[in-house]
């Protein structure tokens, strides 16, 4: 961290001091007077205002972490999903106020300013919000820390619609400016790949290897600042972006082949170029280790080199920090751990390991075996030569303790090695993680009990003191201050200031439920939240809905096992049954079924479902005899900015992944603080929740984990279920008719049918009769608007435990004892 200083006094908070500073960074900043400056020349100025006023605390907490010396977290992740920073750092600060004051002066809306910043592309879903949220809480609950990640240019992609198929295109985020980083091209790093390793002898005769890599790239760091709520702490996210050794070279240049002379600045560049690149060809493979051991290796060494004292002994590193591993992208870091405390420092192996073992913590986020990274030996040996020397070395070691421990089981010692023979031979990531790691942490009650049975049940019952559980969780400083200010009003009226950093104090809400006069206003809310996203979706994609209809959203990445297939099912169901007369028009709840979700570029399945969601859309909305009852929104390109706006006006959260699938679930966790009800199986996050709201007010279905193991281990026959329920038939037969794809029964209308009734391999079928009788239910319940607000509130009073503040708490208390 930069040993730069800033003025002890705190800057102003006043109208003044703001307008003067706002002014000075038009001029000077952009080099332009106001009246001739852009509304992008306003935001980068204004940006710039907010952020010289959280550099003077960000500078103030790098000191005090360089005097005292505690103990430390290091959250090492692939992606940061951050939003939007202008609004979020004006909330964090609280000069929202005075910002406003102060634009108005000059006659600038500060909402257009706000709404000019692009969203940075850093992440894709899930993963990275959840980082996001957890460096929020970590500032904000005061922890010294630090992120690591890679600073994308073009974030994984943009995506829009071109006849209801997805198209991928750049994400190009940084195209206007970002007044949030400041790069640090002096504390650069240079990471090496490819070439040999070399046995040398020192001159007492010990014995040493040394890896000469074939090539290099440079690891320039930029800075985010990371505020926490209204503390006076700023820590920091470290983004790494690549750049060649020797961006150009003159000679080749002159000699007039142009495009060598840059070969290796584009081969480098790459590195950081697109959040994970299409990774179904070799080449794609190989980019995506080269961007994970990139960024682990930049990390490593600016903590050890550049956050560490010059003389600071490495034996104490355990006491001084915990890397968070976030998922299996950053787990090579454990063989660059010990390669730069063995080859580089002189250490034994023992003592390098012993401090390894203790610095690493992991946290699984999936229960699918194929999501469980593995990395070909051939090809991590022809990037990485010493640190597949290294692996092979952990696996041996560990593998004699294995042989001690259960004597003459050579089953278990060949599944759990963490090398594998078949069907490539391969090195486990999660494996290493997990033996490596000093814990091992699931993120919701459910999977992590599954993580321990199922899916790493050898290590579980060799290390059980390693395994534990974090629920996940999520900031209620962005995903209720920030996107729901009206309802954060009332609750604050309700119940006085402090539940932003205290959300389980939103339990005093419980008794207001009863009240008739706030669930008026409850309700008021949520009708401007409806009408507020209705607004939105018309003028940033020309989706016109109902803002009195009931919003039912399922918003998450596009994959079979979250059965997206499954709403789709039920939209399909009620349009037949409608359009077919046994579904009375007067009887249907008014329904806006929003979709918001990107398929990966080479998942062929996936981008099928979006292009016949879309279809079945196209159809409904256009059908004049349902006189609007029914809508379907596919926004293109949902983000966390189109987030913002949706989760507030939601009334129903489709969570209905198959169950055991599930890793936890962060979504579900945002629709029930801002008051939506959940229907979904007992899968992930959604158990947690459940217990927390009550049956009452929670709409489960299906079957659960044991069940599904039930029904696969005696043989799951999807078109049984196809042949026996007429409801789930006539829809699957309409869809493979042709009805909402003009007559075309080809291309991927009879991929997707035929695949449901022939293999389903998430159990769609099975569950689909319990699915729409919970559907039922919700209309019912529905119609009781009192009764559907009281469940509303309580869900907001009741999901108090689901702030990312509590999880990192558990962290804290579990895994880093910081």
């Known amino acids: ?234 820590n920091t996210l470290r983004l790494w972006s690549a750049r060649a050794t020797q961006a150009f070279d003159l000679a080749i240049f002159n000699a007039g082949d142009y495009t060598d002379a840059v070969r290796a600045q584009t081969q480098a560049e790459n590195i950081s170029k697109v959040l994970y690149p299409e990774d179904s060809t070799p080449q794609g493979k190989e980019l995506r280790l080269q961007q994970q051991y990139f960024f682990v290796a930049c990390s490593l060494r600016d903590f050890v080199e550049k956050v560490l004292p010059e003389d600071f002994d490495l034996h104490r590193l355990p006491e001084r920090i915990t890397f968070q591993l976030n998922d299996t992208h950053p787990v090579i870091a454990v063989p660059e751990l010990m390669r730069l405390l063995i080859d580089e420092r002189g250490w034994e192996w023992a003592d390098a390991w012993a401090v390894t073992q203790k610095v690493f913590a992991y946290t699984c986020h999936t229960l699918l075996p194929e999501a469980l990274e593995v990395w070909p030996v051939d090809l991590l040996g022809r990037l990485l030569p010493r640190h597949l020397e290294i692996i092979y070395r952990i696996n041996e070691e560990f593998l004699e303790q294995v042989r001690e421990a259960f004597p003459g089981d050579m089953l278990r010692e060949r599944h759990m090695s963490i090398i594998a023979e078949e069907p490539v031979r391969s090195v486990r990531m999660a494996y290493l993680a997990t033996v490596a790691g000093a814990k091992v942490n699931g993120v919701a009650e459910l999977h992590s009990q599954l993580l321990r049975d199922k899916v790493l049940s050898d290590f579980a019952e060799m290390f059980p003191h390693k395994f534990t559980n974090v629920t996940n969780g999520v900031t209620p400083r962005r995903f209720m201050a920030l996107s729901n200010p009206r309802l954060s009003a009332l609750i604050t009226e309700a119940i006085g200031e402090g539940w932003v950093t205290d959300l389980e104090r939103l339990r005093e809400l419980e008794p207001l439920a009863d009240d008739a006069e706030f669930r008026r206003r409850f309700r008021e809310v949520k009708s401007h939240n409806r009408a507020r996203f209705a607004g939105v979706i018309a003028e940033r994609d020309g989706i016109e809905i109902s803002p009195d209809a009931m919003v039912d959203a399922m918003v998450k990445r596009l994959h079979e096992y979250k059965r997206q297939s499954l709403k789709l099912l039920h939209i399909v169901s009620l349009y037949e049954r409608i359009t077919s007369g046994a579904l009375p028009l007067a009887d249907v709840t008014p329904r806006t079924f929003v979709f918001g979700a990107k398929a990966a570029p080479g998942y062929v399945r996936a981008k099928e479902t979006i292009a016949l969601i879309n279809a079945v859309g196209r159809t409904i909305n256009a059908d004049a005899s349902l006189e609007g009852r029914l809508k379907v929104a596919f926004p293109a390109n949902y983000n966390v900015t189109l987030a913002e706006t949706l989760i507030p006006a939601a009334d129903l959260s489709e969570q209905i992944s198959q169950a055991g699938k599930e890793a936890s679930g962060t979504g579900n966790m945002k629709f029930a603080l801002n008051g939506a009800l959940t229907v979904g199986t007992d899968d992930g996050a959604n158990v947690e929740i459940r217990q927390l709201v009550g049956d009452d007010h929670f709409f489960l279905f299906g079957m659960d984990e044991p069940a599904v193991s039930d029904l696969q281990a005696s043989g799951y026959r999807s078109a049984s279920y196809y042949e026996q329920d007429k409801d789930l038939r006539a829809a699957l037969d309409m869809i493979a008719s042709g009805a909402f794809t003009g007559g075309d029964r080809g291309s991927f209308v009879s991929s997707i049918t035929a695949s449901l009734i022939e293999r389903d391999r998430f159990m769609a079928l099975a569950d689909f009769r319990a699915y729409v ?46």
């Open 1 to 234: 961290m930069n040993d730069t200083t800033a003025p002890s006094a705190a800057r102003e908070h006043t109208v003044e001091s703001f307008t003067r500073e706002f002014l000075r960074e038009v001029n000077f900043g952009q080099g332009v007077d106001l009246d001739r400056a852009s509304t992008n020349d306003k935001y980068l100025a204004l940006a710039r205002t907010v952020r010289a006023y959280l550099t003077t605390r960000w500078l103030e907490t790098l000191r005090t972490q360089r005097r005292e010396q505690k103990k430390a977290v290091a959250y090492m992740s692939a992606e940061f999903l951050l939003g939007r920073q202008l609004e979020n750092n004006l909330l964090a600060t609280d000069l929202g106020e005075i910002a406003r004051d102060s634009l108005d002066l000059l006659g600038i809306d500060l909402v257009e300013l706000c709404n000019t910043e692009i969203e940075p592309g850093l992440g894709n879903g899930g993963l990275g919000r959840l980082a996001a949220c957890f460096v929020d809480s970590l500032a904000t609950e005061n922890v010294p820390s630090i992120g690591y990640g890679i600073r994308y240019e073009y974030g994984i992609f943009r995506q829009r619609f071109e006849d209801g198929r997805q198209v991928e295109e750049p994400d190009e985020w940084l195209r206007l400016g970002s007044p949030w980083e400041m790069p640090h091209p002096e504390n650069a790093v240079k990471v090496g790949f490819g070439g040999r390793v070399e046995a040398w002898k020192d001159e007492s005769g010990r014995a040493h290897r040394r890896w000469s890599p074939d090539w290099h790239v440079t690891g320039v760091p930029y800075n985010y600042m990371v505020p926490g709520y209204r503390n006076g702490r700023v």
């Open 773 to 818: 009788d919970a559907q039922e239910r919700v209309e019912a319940h529905w119609a009781d608007q009192e009764a559907w607000t009281r469940s509303a509130v309580l869900n907001v009073a009741r999901s108090g435990y689901f702030s990312s503040d509590r999880s990192i708490r558990d962290y804290l208390a579990r895994i880093w004892n910081a």
